[in-house]
């Protein structure tokens, strides 16, 4: 037997698919529940990169690589080549090249600092040399587009038939950082937008990836909230019916007694049908305890609403941003691609309801793991590296910076206000004049959307991925003045860090980094400090 391995390094966590090169079809999946690298966000790995040193963060993620490969169960040493996609930062990350020149926009600083950008134009390595262990394998890493849209931007395009459409049309990869293109006459405006996590789950209350016992979806029926529960194959089955305002039972489903949080799908749905339920109202929840009740305890609180709003709120700001850029506006953009896990499993006609997808489009089209995809394809030659050197040389063109754009400046400022700050829906537009924008519709168009795929990855329909939860390394270090009062431990949402004779332990897969801190921020005697830490030697 021959392999193949297509890995995709997502900001939320990894995914790989073992293929077999004779037939190429999918011989087993797994998938890990976080990313090994402490943090909810690029710039997050990028700080702890920084921080703690590249060879640090490098270390994290082979190692999450070498523990994901052994769950697919099979001989590794007849692995012939891998094909790697994710964004340059996970990129460099993962080859262990200079990432400095990605942690600063401005040219100015990486001058100043003699900081010379490695190439990153596609390249082909040995595993033994990324240290992967147990196989004599090629390592495929495709070409990056600008320091900020790499390789799973391009699989969006690639892997879509957007390339081939007529019309203007928007294209995003919902994840962390929701790469969008908006294909507009003869030219492809580019961006990314560091939405978060929310619409992966993570930062969530109850919130997880798309795993077993999951609620992935929900649907309003006449006695109550109808949700819907991940099995273990991924497919959402009926779970129970519930009073949104109580959380009381009203019909037991297949699911029942089986939902362990919720995933980003889940949360979409349980603000659409907030919206229209009159449960939610802007970003107040109105129930008699101001949450929104799920099923087997399951709950969405404001801080919920909040953190999910903050990604919807950039991901609208984005595409609105490119529209922008095109000089177009939602009535002309008539198609929106969605891709990504959770730009497939979400209810496209919910996610466009909130503002997840642009309101004018009469058409939507889900994808699944585009970036599983280009790798697969890679695997089996169908897309070579010269092809893929010369899309990106396309996609440099008409790339948007939104960290420098005002257009993205003023239109996140009318989200966070919607979002964040309590205003109600009916005065979006009146901001939007304020900052001299075009207005958008109060209701989308009615839609018709389609599945291009049936699942998240490919050729997996009714087959069992395995589940990588332990992502991390424990990270240790001791520091004078500790007195082990546990107020750490008290104050870490992930459960993550652990204090014993002044000695802190902090499991890397678990903490949501710098965008956190409530540990050093609580600590009484104020010596707590996360950047120097080192890896736990065995």
């Given amino acids: 037997m021959r392999y193949g391995i297509a890995l995709d390094i997502g900001t939320s966590g990894l995914r790989c698919q073992a293929l077999d090169l004779e037939t190429n079809e999918t011989v087993s999946s797994a998938m890990s529940s976080r990313h090994p690298i402490p943090g909810m966000n690029v710039i997050d790995h990028v700080n702890f990169a920084m921080d703690l040193g590249r060879d640090t963060a490098n270390h994290l993620m082979i190692k999450a690589v070498n523990d994901l490969f052994r769950l697919l169960n099979m001989d590794l040493s007849k692995v012939e080549s891998i094909a790697v996609c994710g964004n340059p930062f996970q990129l460099s990350l993962f080859q262990n090249i200079e990432i400095r020149d990605l ?24 595993a033994k040399d990324l ?95 109808t949700c819907y529960v991940l099995d273990e194959t991924l497919a959402p089955r009926e779970g129970d019916t519930v009073d949104p305002a109580t959380g009381d039972v009203v019909t037991k489903g297949e699911m029942h007694g089986k939902a362990t949080g919720i995933t980003g799908t889940g949360v979409v749905a349980a603000i659409a049908c907030g919206f229209d339920s009159g449960r939610l109202e802007g970003s107040k929840i109105c129930t008699p305890d101001g949450s929104l009740h799920l099923q087997d305890g399951i709950c969405i609180t404001p801080k919920d609403i909040d953190e999910a709003g903050k990604a919807i709120g950039a991901i609208r700001a984005g595409y609105l941003t490119l529209m922008t850029e ?53 695997i089996t030659g169908e897309r070579t590296m010269d092809e893929l050197r010369e899309m990106t040389k396309k996609l440099r063109a008409k790339h948007c910076m939104f960290a420098s754009s005002q257009a993205f400046k003023d239109i996140y400022s009318v989200e966070i206000s919607l979002w964040s700050y309590g205003m109600p829906r009916s005065a979006y537009n ?48 001791t520091f004078e003045g500790c007195t082990s009062c546990g107020k750490c431990v008290e104050e870490c949402p992930e459960l993550a860090i652990k204090v014993e004779k002044a000695a802190v332990t902090v499991n890397s897969g678990r903490c949501m980094g710098t965008a956190c801190k409530r540990c050093e921020m609580n600590c009484p005697e104020k010596v707590l400090n996360l950047k120097t830490l080192e890896i736990k030697k065995n």
């Fill in 326 to 378: 095109a000089g177009v506006w939602v009535d002309d953009v008539r198609t929106a691609y969605m891709s990504g896990a959770s730009g497939l499993y979400v209810d496209a006609e919910k996610a466009q309801k909130i503002g997840m997808v642009t309101p004018g489009a009469d058409e939507i089209i889900q994808y699944g793991n585009t970036s599983i995809m280009l790798a697969r394809k890679m």
């Fill in 430 to 477: 009146d901001m939007m004049d304020v900052y001299g924008m075009r207005h958008i519709p109060a209701e989308p168009v009615i839609s018709k959307s389609v599945r291009r795929s049936a699942a998240d990855l490919p050729d997996m329909v009714g087959k069992k991925v395995s589940i990588m939860h332990n992502t991390g390394v424990e990270l240790v270090g």
């Fill in 103 to 126: 942690a600063y926009a401005g040219r100015s600083m990486i001058e100043k600092l003699g900081i010379k950008s490695p190439d990153r134009n596609g390249t082909v390595v040995r």
């Fill in 131 to 225: 240290g992967i262990i147990g196989m004599n394998a090629d390592v495929m890493i495709p070409p990056a587009v600008t320091h900020e849209i790499g390789a799973d931007a391009m699989a969006m395009l690639t892997e879509t038939d957007a390339l081939e459409r007529e019309g203007t049309r928007v294209v995003v990869d919902y994840g962390t950082n929701a790469e969008m293109a908006l294909l507009h006459g003869d030219s492809i405006f580019t961006g990314s937008a560091a939405a978060g996590p929310a619409l992966e789950g993570q930062q969530i209350g109850r919130g997880m990836l798309a795993a077993p016992g999951a609620i992935s979806n929900i649907e309003i029926e006449e006695n109550g909230w």
